[in-house]
């Protein structure tokens, strides 16, 4: 078959675009600069579509799609900054700092942070819910790295790279709703663990200071992430 | 031109916000021109007094001499502004949150005490318990993020309020800023 019988067209707010068949609304929206907020996609990873933050209008379907994991259709007419997805965004983003206890002030990713980020470009200065100030434990028992669960914002990058790429599958979800967290092994101190091999892919995918290596200050914790679609790539290369 | 009624108020923060506005410097002056300070910890009036036009509120709602402050503000002032994050998010006082209040008072005043070991009945207002933002309590206007927000931030959004404009302060700070 013809390469450009698989070529599907659409349009994404207002404009007329061209995909391949199986990409998502999302890498087709950043491919034109069309911005699209996210938070647990990363470029290398799976897409789980946990944030929730990418939802757009698709005409014809009342329900609202994730963008990171919904392919596109030909003639598919997408809105990604309607009135009302911006209203449920900042509202995702204010749940999120009310859940657990992100004091930005004193966090090592202060400054380097991407619900701080993205909190900032959606325009919000304060938060409109009640915070919950839930109690939440800082495990610092690894030799090099903490994971401090009043910053998780329960993204599961950390899972999906130590899964994926390192192929240790240290990390996963335990609990549901708001008792869910992060894990090691079967939720034992991570320093205890037999399974980690310390390589710290999930500290630089971490989008908040959940995450941090040992010794780092307020602001100081800097993540680097641009190995990620490398590994990936050279990984699939391996396996064709 | 009569000039605009000013105020500042300290509530439960580490006063780095006074400080921050404070280090306007030479843009003090030009405030100055336009507002009369007629309330503040960094001048000598006691009582906050009525018909306030514009108050800037710095800290976290702690305890209940900062409510009971922060209901008498609001009462006598025409703009309220959060200024920095103990106000807009209770920050660093509201650390103390997921903690009972019994334990907090037993390691504030009697685990790091070796003389005498109490907790206070007077003179220290009680603490609430839990240290919330402003906006929780009373209704605010206009909403400054920032550990300290940087004097440039408070000289632009108080130039933008003297004017009677709202000031756009999500691309000038941010929470932790």
């Known amino acids: 078959m013809a390469k450009a019988a698989n070529i599907k067209t659409l349009k994404i707010d207002g404009r007329d675009v061209s995909a391949r068949q199986n990409e998502t609304i999302l890498e087709v929206a950043r491919e034109n600069g069309i911005f699209i907020p996210t938070l647990c996609t990363l470029k290398g990873l799976s897409n789980v579509g946990a944030c929730r933050l990418c939802l757009v209008e698709v005409k014809g379907t009342a329900r609202l799609q994730p963008a990171c994991v919904t392919r596109v259709e030909e003639a598919m007419e997408v809105t990604t900054n309607s009135e009302r997805l911006q209203g449920y965004r900042r509202a995702i983003l204010e749940l999120l700092f009310t859940e657990r206890n992100h004091v930005c002030a004193v966090c090592v990713s202060n400054g380097h942070c991407e619900l701080q980020s993205l909190a900032q470009k959606l325009e919000i200065t304060h938060v409109h819910f009640a915070y919950r100030y839930p109690e939440a434990e800082v495990d610092a028992s690894h030799e090099r790295f903490i994971v401090d669960h009043n910053r998780c914002i329960l993204c599961t990058r950390c899972v999906r790279v130590c899964e994926e790429i390192e192929g240790a599958h240290t990390w996963d979800v335990m609990g549901r709703g708001i008792d869910a967290k992060v894990i090691t092994d079967l939720n034992e101190p991570w320093g205890s663990s037999q399974t980690c091999t310390g390589c710290g892919k999930c500290v630089h995918v971490c989008p908040t200071g959940a995450l941090s290596e040992k010794g780092k200050s307020v602001a100081e914790m800097l993540k680097r992430r641009q190995f990620l679609p490398y590994l990936t790539q050279m990984r699939e290369e391996d396996r064709s | ?177």
């Open chain 2, 1 to 177: 031109m009569s000039k605009l009624r000013m105020a500042t108020v300290w509530l439960d923060g580490c006063s780095g916000c006074h400080m921050s506005f404070l280090d306007l410097d030479e843009r003090l002056l030009l405030i100055a021109e336009k507002v009369d300070l007629v309330y503040s910890p960094l001048v000598d009036v006691k009582e906050f007094p009525l018909d306030v036009d514009l108050t800037l509120v710095e800290g976290a709602v702690s305890s209940e001499d900062d409510l009971h402050k922060i209901r008498m503000v609001r009462e006598r002032t025409k703009t309220l502004v959060s200024l920095g994050d103990c106000a807009v998010t209770s920050n660093v006082p509201g650390m103390r949150n997921p903690f009972p209040l019994q334990a907090i008072y037993d390691r504030a005043y009697k685990e790091n005490v070796t003389l005498d070991p109490q907790i206070p009945g007077e003179m220290v207002p009680p603490l609430l318990a839990k240290s919330r933002p402003v906006h929780e309590f009373v209704t605010v206007d206009v909403f400054i993020p920032g550990c300290p927000p940087s004097a440039d931030t408070i000289f632009y959004a108080l130039s933008e309020l003297l004017e009677g404009r709202m000031p756009e302060l999500s691309a000038k700070t941010r929470f932790g800023a």
